[in-house]
C-alpha cells in the first residue's frame, strides 16, 4: 500500500519558515549525496528505536511491527539499487522517513519521537565508525599474513640492513618484513581501541538537552551492541572524537605501509635489485619500452598525504565550535567515508604486491660484498678482549680507511698487516665479520640471529591466526 509524503511546508522546516523558505539552503547543505552510505546504519539505528519506543509504551505493538517491516522493505530497496533519494529530503534520516510514510502511512511518522537528526546521525556514524575499524584492522591482517609468508618462504636470506640508506649491518630478510608485522599489529591494537571509544550511544540526547518522553537508552545501546549511553546529552551530539581517533589510526597505518611502499620502490630499482614485482603489480612506460614501475607502491605512498589531508580537515573543522551540535559537522562524513575508501584500496593494492613479489637472494648476497657492514663484530670482539670499546671502534675504523685506500677487505689482510693495525687483531677475529656469522652473534631478545627470527615468525604468526 502506497501513501502521500508530507506536503512539502509540512516537514521539519514548515514551522518557522514560509512557502518556499529554505529551497535555496537546501541545495547548498543536503548531505544525501554522500551520507546514503549510512542507510545500513540508519535502519538499524531506527530499528532498534521502534522496538525501544514499543517497550516504554510510547507505540503499541502492531505500530512497531508495521514500521519495523516498513524498515526492512527499505533496506531492501537500498540493496536492490531501486531506492530513490530526494535531494529535497536532505539527508539519508529525511529520505528513510519519506519512504516509509509512503510505504506505511502516517504511523511511519511516528518513529521520530523522542528523536532528533541530531542524535540520529551520531548514532549512524557511531556504528559506522566501529565497522569501518573492523573493516581495516582486517584487512591490516591480509597484509601482515602476506608479510609473514614471505617471510618464512625466504627465513634464510640475508640482505644489508640500512641505517641514513646506508648499508649498516647484515639482517635476515624474515626478520626485515616481520618489523612491519609489527607495525600493522599496533595499528590493529590502536583500531581496536577507536572501535571500543565508538561504543557510545547517543539516542535519548534528542537535539541536545535529552527528552521528556520516557526513553530507554541504555536498551537501545545494547540492542545496538553498544556499551551504553553517553553521561551527557550535549557531549553525546556534539562529540566526534571517534571519528578523529579512527582518523588517525587510519594515518599511523598509513605512515606504516608508506614506508613499505617506498623499501618496495627501492628494492624493485635496479640499483638495489632485491625483489622483483610480479607484472600484474607494475606497469609499462608509454615511450620507454624496457620500463617496469612499481606504480602500485608509488600510488599507495601517494595516497597517504589523502588520508592525512582528511584528519587534518576534520581537526579544523570541529576547532572551536561552541556546544552542541552544528552542521559543520557534516564534513565529517566526507572525511571519513574518503579515508576510509583510501586506507582499504591501498591495503588491499600492497598486500597483493607482496604476497607475488619474487625476492632475488644473489642480488641481497651480492650488495653484501666488500660493504663492511660486519665490523661491528670485529669492534665487539676486541671489547671482548678487554679493549676499551672506543679505542676498538677507532682501531677497526683505521681497518677500514687501509682497506678502502688499497682497494682491499678485512680477510685479504695477513696476520702482520692486521697486528700492525691493532695487536689483538687477528684473521679469526676479522672471520667475524663474514654476514652469516654477523647475524648468528644477534642473540639478543628482537635480534637478528635465526633463532631469535624463528621467535619472531611465531609470535606474528600468533597475531595472524587471532582474529
Known amino acids: ?121 551520531a548514532l549512524d556514524m557511531h556504528l559506522f565508525a566501529r565497522a569501518a575499524a573492523r573493516t581495516v584492522a582486517e584487512a591490516a591482517r591480509g597484509l601482515q599474513r602476506a608479510l609473514l609468508d614471505q617471510a618464512e618462504a625466504g627465513r634464510d636470506l640475508v640482505l644489508p640492513g640500512y641505517t641514513h640508506l646506508q648499508h649498516a649491518q647484515p639482517v635476515m630478510w624474515a626478520q626485515h618484513l616481520l618489523a612491519y608485522c609489527c607495525m600493522l599489529q599496533r595499528d590493529r591494537e590502536r583500531l581496536g581501541d577507536a572501535w571500543r571509544r565508538a561504543g557510545r550511544s547517543p539516542l535519548g540526547a534528542a537535539a541536545l538537552a535529552g527528552t521528556s518522553l520516557p526513553v530507554d537508552s541504555a536498551w537501545v545501546a545494547t540492542e545496538l551492541g553498544l556499551e551504553g549511553p553517553y553521561a551527557n546529552s550535549m557531549d553525546a551530539v556534539s562529540d566526534r ?104 584500496g591501498c591495503l588491499e593494492a600492497l598486500t597483493g604486491m607482496v604476497a607475488t613479489m619474487h625476492p632475488r637472494p644473489e642480488r641481497m648476497a651480492a650488495a653484501l660484498e666488500g660493504d663492511f657492514s660486519g665490523v661491528t663484530d670485529v669492534a665487539d670482539g676486541l671489547a671482548q678482549a678487554g679493549v676499551p670499546f672506543r679505542a676498538a671502534h677507532a682501531a677497526v675504523a683505521h681497518l677500514v680507511r687501509t682497506c678502502l685506500e688499497n682497494g682491499r677487505q678485512p680477510q685479504d689482510l695477513d696476520p702482520a698487516e692486521l697486528a700492525a693495525i691493532h695487536p689483538l687483531l687477528t684473521p679469526a677475529l676479522v672471520a667475524r665479520a663474514e654476514p652469516s656469522a654477523v647475524v648468528a652473534t644477534r642473540r639478543s631478545p628482537g635480534g637478528t640471529a635465526p633463532e631469535r627470527v624463528a621467535e619472531q615468525l611465531d609470535l606474528v604468526r600468533g597475531w595472524v591466526e587471532r582474529p
Open 241 to 344: 572524537d571517534f571519528v578523529l581517533e579512527l582518523l588517525a589510526a587510519f594515518s599511523v597505518l598509513m605512515v606504516h605501509v608508506s614506508r613499505l611502499a617506498e623499501e618496495l620502490v627501492l628494492w624493485s630499482s635496479r640499483e638495489f635489485g632485491f625483489i622483483e614485482p610480479d607484472d600484474a603489480y607494475a606497469t609499462g612506460s608509454s615511450i620507454m619500452p624496457q620500463k617496469k614501475n612499481p606504480d602500485v607502491a608509488e600510488l599507495v605512498r601517494g595516497k597517504t598525504g589523502r588520508v592525512f589531508g582528511q584528519l587534518v580537515a576534520l581537526l579544523t573543522t570541529l576547532k572551536a565550535l561552541p556546544l552542541a551540535y552544528h552542521s559543520d559537522m557534516q564534513e565529517d562524513k566526507p572525511a571519513l567515508f574518503d579515508a576510509l575508501d583510501t586506507v582499504l
Open 1 to 121: 500500500m502506497s501513501h502521500k509524503a508530507q506536503e512539502p511546508g509540512a516537514g521539519i522546516h514548515g514551522g518557522r519558515l514560509g512557502p518556499g523558505g529554505g529551497s535555496r539552503a537546501k541545495a547548498f547543505t543536503a548531505s544525501i549525496p554522500f551520507d546514503h552510505r549510512l542507510y545500513r546504519e540508519d535502519l538499524a539505528g531506527s530499528r532498534a528505536h521502534a522496538r525501544m519506543l514499543g517497550r516504554v509504551g510510547l507505540l503499541t505493538g502492531t505500530e512497531v511491527e508495521r514500521i519495523v517491516q516498513g524498515l526492512d522493505a527499505i533496506e531492501r530497496e537500498f540493496e536492490a539499487g531501486t531506492f530513490q533519494a530526494r535531494l529535497e529530503d536532505e539527508d539519508i534520516h529525511l529520505n528513510v522517513e519519506r519512504r516509509l510514510v509512503e510505504l506505511i502511512g502516517p504511523v511511519g511518522g511516528k518513529l521520530h519521537m523522542a528523536r532528533s537528526r541530531n542524535d540520529q546521525v
